[in-house]
């Protein structure tokens, strides 16, 4: 519950200190300004050793990146080099909540998998309604293929409707996030038909937002809340 409360208290901040550094019509000590907030807020989500939040952090910049640099190569190149770099600085292996500090190296991987599982089998067991909103983790012993004397997270947003849920939940969970790329594709086709340079760059931090939410949300449960925040924040762009 700590880190989740971390990582969303941190990913707004991060996404509009990032949208300010990549916005080249900015003046110079605004960019420097957002670049101080982008370091303080990107310390903050290294330090939680999330690996979700740090995939969130390489597909957001990546997404900026994307829109000055054009080159697959490249691009691919400088993700492979920050997702290292990152993970050297984030000590993901020493960490005490997973990696190589438990049992065997591969003990986080699979926590994951048998959370994962349990998921799946609360969403049979009960596929129109799941188990309830935020009941993954009470319900954790009945369904895991695997217990250790302890309940777990789900460590997914996609499993996490998926198990709370049910079937019907998770599918309305993907209309919703395709529901929001669409209206941000709206936003930017009129943008630039409009010539709208200062609605632009709010699109950008929006999808790049949105993307983040995506990709890293396979590995944090997020809450899945924030697809909703996210809604809003697009209807009002629109």
């Known amino acids: 519950m700590i880190l989740t409360i971390c990582l969303l208290f941190f990913s707004f901040p991060f996404l509009f200190f990032a949208g300010e550094v990549f916005n080249s019509r900015n003046k110079p000590i605004l960019r420097f300004i957002a670049a101080i907030g982008l370091f303080v807020m990107c310390w903050g989500i290294i330090a939680t050793q999330s690996r979700g939040g740090l995939l969130g952090i390489l597909t957001i910049f990546g997404f900026f990146i994307s829109k000055k640099i054009k080159n697959p190569v490249v691009l691919g190149g400088i993700g492979a080099v920050a997702g290292i770099f990152l993970l050297a ?37 009960n596929p129109f309604t799941g188990v309830g909103i935020s009941n993954f983790y009470v319900n954790y012993f009945f369904y895991s293929p695997h ?37 941000l594709r709206r936003s930017l086709l009129y943008c630039k038909r409009k010539n709208k340079e200062s609605l632009l760059i709010n699109v950008h931090i929006l999808q790049a937002g949105l993307f983040g939410f995506m990709v890293s949300g396979t590995f944090f449960n997020s809450s899945f809340y924030l697809a909703f925040i996210y809604r809003a924040l697009v209807n009002n762009c629109n």
């Open 89 to 125: 600085l984030a000590g993901i292996n020493d960490r005490q909540s997973g990696g190589a500090a438990e049992e065997g190296v591969d003990a986080s991987a699979m926590g994951r998998i048998y959370a994962w599982q349990a998921a799946i089998n609360m969403a049979l067991a």
């Open 147 to 183: 217990w250790d004397g302890k309940n777990h997270a789900v460590h997914s947003t996609w499993f996490q409707v998926l198990g709370e849920m049910g079937f019907i939940g998770l599918f309305l969970f993907i209309l919703l996030i395709v529901s929001i790329y669409k209206s």
